[in-house]
């Protein structure tokens, strides 16, 4: 029964790689599993059939791998995606239709992790459809789980159909809880990140309506890596419009912009563009020619958009077109992400955007909401009487609510009918989209046209060697006031001691340099596999197989060297076997040393007694000796045991080639 439960749980693992695979290949395997069930073939060799489980082995490490990288980094193209499965599941189906074909139940039963490697292949594809074969293999798995339950041998059916029944229903039970549990599961852990981690970023693309939080709490998730040579803030959005809580955008004004090449590069900069894949798009079409600019490279964390600072000539970006709007804000196609792009942009980073305002964007960037409380109006006057300089206006401002008011994160509860109000002349303390809509709306009181900037503020304390390490508590909100002759300009009413003190005294502990090292460079590493050809990949994949493979036979050829070495080596050699002639080879040795012919160590007693010299040694004593030698060396090395009487003969034999030693000893001393 097991190895009809073997044979079905892979046929069905076959079936779902043939058809979520599309390959013709994966009904040859379903084929084999099949045969199986009426056929046996021969007996594997011990040495394939270990090479066949390490090569399935190494197969399910590499699937692992694959599966790790398309859920953590999707950095694999579909045609590539479709290749690595090809081969991984060839070699699965080959190596488990090898092991069913054989006969032993033993090598069958390597077969299944040959099945689950084809399966889990098969549902690299997000919309393989592969619960029929789910099932049916997790049919064939509890057949093969409960064949010892089936097999039972009584005569009491009950009793059987007790024990199958005790284990089947927890099966079932955990199975069921698996699958209701986990979309339940799912949605109260995403529930709960989300509020645990949707307020804690201010301003920024999170930004949210005024007077709904009391309080916020700074999130260290890192967002993106800012490689520059300055500190710069960094627009994702400009807003408009506000109706006394929330800020708004105007989406009709977005245009698209093609892939053009920038005019009047110079070589350091194009060569900056070029290190980056992707294409250029120009925001305002003008020769770059003597300009320079600064050079910013951002590797975004999360994909989730772009965040340009302001004035930015050229945007070099791995996409098909962007999108702009009126304000200058540069984003990356709906459902697009973008995690490495790079920007050319104005030395005077605070100057965000030229040219002359037109009337709807005057009218727009003057809006205030109906039924504003008079004493923000009041308070607006108060604060710039006396300049006759719009620029100045903004400045006393801008300085009025740094010094006046004071930057927190815990603010308690806010009027939320009219928090501006609220934040202006009860609580006087707020984080930075209070600061912003005040300054906003204050500068608009006095007829100087302002708007809402959010994004991300990139400061000098978050300096990590080459780049600036930017975090979810870096978003942050600003305003831009338009000042003619000039255009629009950056300011930022929020106190800056007050704000740094707060956003870098979150200790990250004494590994974060190292660990934050280690993360840039895989980052790094990251988005150039990301955005590598498929060819490129490709190669890049089988000379890191070929690489594993060498390793590995490398390390065989090593093991199996040192095995050879230890059989090989005195402690480990085989003890010599007795013949019972050892005392007679003695003898000998010793007869040829009285006649002055000791035997060296590197000489076998059968050769040195032959070579004694005739006149030495009388025919009749060499024979004898010749004699004793080679019995002792079939007994020895031919494995031909001596028997008693022959040994006895031998004895008598060397007798007298002993007994004569006194005469050729004086014969030897005459000569």
């Not at 958009?305 to 070099?316: D, F, M, W």
């Not at 009487?645 to 001393?669: D, G, I, M, P």
Request: aromatic share 8%; hydrophobic share 45%.
């Amino acid at each position: 029964m097991k190895r009809v439960a073997v044979a079905a749980l892979f046929a069905a693992s076959a079936s779902s790689f043939a058809v979520n695979v599309q390959t013709g290949v994966g009904w040859a395997f379903v084929a084999a599993a099949l045969l199986s069930v009426f056929w046996r073939g021969g007996r594997l060799s011990p040495s394939l059939a270990d090479l066949g489980k390490r090569v399935i082995q190494l197969a399910l490490v590499l699937m692992g791998l694959l599966g790790w990288v398309l859920v953590t980094y999707p950095v694999l193209s579909a045609p590539t995606l479709r290749l690595w499965s090809l081969l991984l599941g060839c070699t699965f189906g080959a190596l488990g239709s090898l092991f069913l074909l054989t006969d032993g139940l033993t090598h069958r039963e390597s077969a299944i992790p040959a099945a689950v490697g084809l399966i889990v292949v098969s549902a690299f594809d997000l919309e393989a459809r592969i619960v029929p074969y789910l099932i049916a293999a997790g049919g064939a798995g509890f057949l093969y789980l409960s064949s010892e339950v089936l097999s039972l041998r009584t005569h009491r059916r009950w009793a059987r159909a007790m024990v199958l029944a005790g284990f089947a229903i927890p099966c079932a039970a955990t199975a069921g809880g698996i699958i209701l549990a986990l979309p339940w599961t799912q949605g109260k852990i995403e529930e709960t990140v989300l509020i645990t981690y949707a307020p804690k970023a201010e301003g920024g693309e999170g930004h949210r309506r005024l007077g709904d939080l009391r309080s916020l709490k700074l999130s260290k998730k890192v967002v993106m890596r800012v490689y520059s040579e300055r500190p710069q803030k960094l627009r994702s959005g400009v807003l408009v419009r506000f109706d006394g809580a929330s800020w708004y955008g105007d989406p009709s004004t977005f245009r698209t912009l093609a892939p053009t090449s920038a005019p009047g590069l110079g070589e350091s900069e194009r060569t900056f563009l070029s290190s980056i894949p992707g294409s250029d798009f120009v925001p305002d079409f003008v020769v770059l020619a003597g300009e320079r600019l600064i050079r910013t490279a951002v590797v975004r964390v999360d994909g989730s958009g772009l965040a340009t600072p302001g004035g930015s000539r050229v945007v070099h970006a791995p996409l098909e077109s962007l999108q702009i709007d009126q304000a200058g804000v540069v984003q990356a196609p709906p459902r697009t992400a973008v995690r490495w792009y790079g920007i050319l942009h104005k030395v005077d980073h605070r100057l965000a955007q030229e040219g002359p305002l037109e009337t709807a964007e005057r009218d727009s960037s003057l809006q205030l909401p109906e039924g504003l409380d008079p004493r923000i109006r009041e308070m607006g006057k108060r604060l710039v009487e006396g300049e006759s300089s719009p620029e100045r206006a903004v400045e006393k401002i801008i300085s009025h609510l740094r010094i006046q008011y004071r930057y927190s994160l815990d603010i308690g509860e806010m009027d939320r009918r009219d928090p501006l109000a609220a934040f202006l002349f009860q609580k006087k303390e707020g984080w930075c989209e209070y600061f912003a809509t005040a300054a906003a709306v204050l500068l608009r009181t006095q007829g100087i046209p302002a708007r809402y900037v959010s994004g991300f503020n990139v400061i000098g304390s978050q300096r990590k060697g080459d780049y600036y390490l930017v975090r979810d508590w870096d978003r942050h909100a600003w305003i831009e006031a338009y000042i003619e002759g000039k255009g629009w300009i950056e300011y930022d009413p929020t106190p800056a001691a007050e704000y740094e003190s707060l956003h870098s005294g979150v200790s990250d502990g004494f590994w974060t340099e190292g660990v934050e090292w280690l993360r840039a460079r895989l980052a790094g590493l990251y988005v150039r596999l990301r955005y590598l050809d498929t060819s490129r990949l490709f190669v890049l994949g089988a000379s890191a197989l070929g690489l594993v493979l060498s390793a590995y036979g490398l390390a065989q050829f090593v093991r199996r060297r040192r095995r050879t070495v230890r059989r090989l080596s005195p402690h480990e050699a085989p003890k010599p076997i007795a013949t019972g002639l050892e005392d007679l080879v003695a003898k000998l040795d010793r007869r040829a040393a009285e006649l002055g012919y000791p035997r060296p160590h590197a000489t076998a007693p059968l050769e040195h007694w032959q070579n004694v010299p005739e006149d030495h040694l009388s025919d009749s004593h060499r024979e004898a000796g010749i004699r004793v030698l080679e019995s002792f060396y079939r007994a020895r090395f031919g494995g031909v045991p001596v028997s008693p009487n022959e040994a006895e003969t031998l004895a008598r034999a060397l007798e007298s080639v002993c007994s004569s030693r006194n005469s050729s000893a004086t014969v030897f001393q005459s000569r």
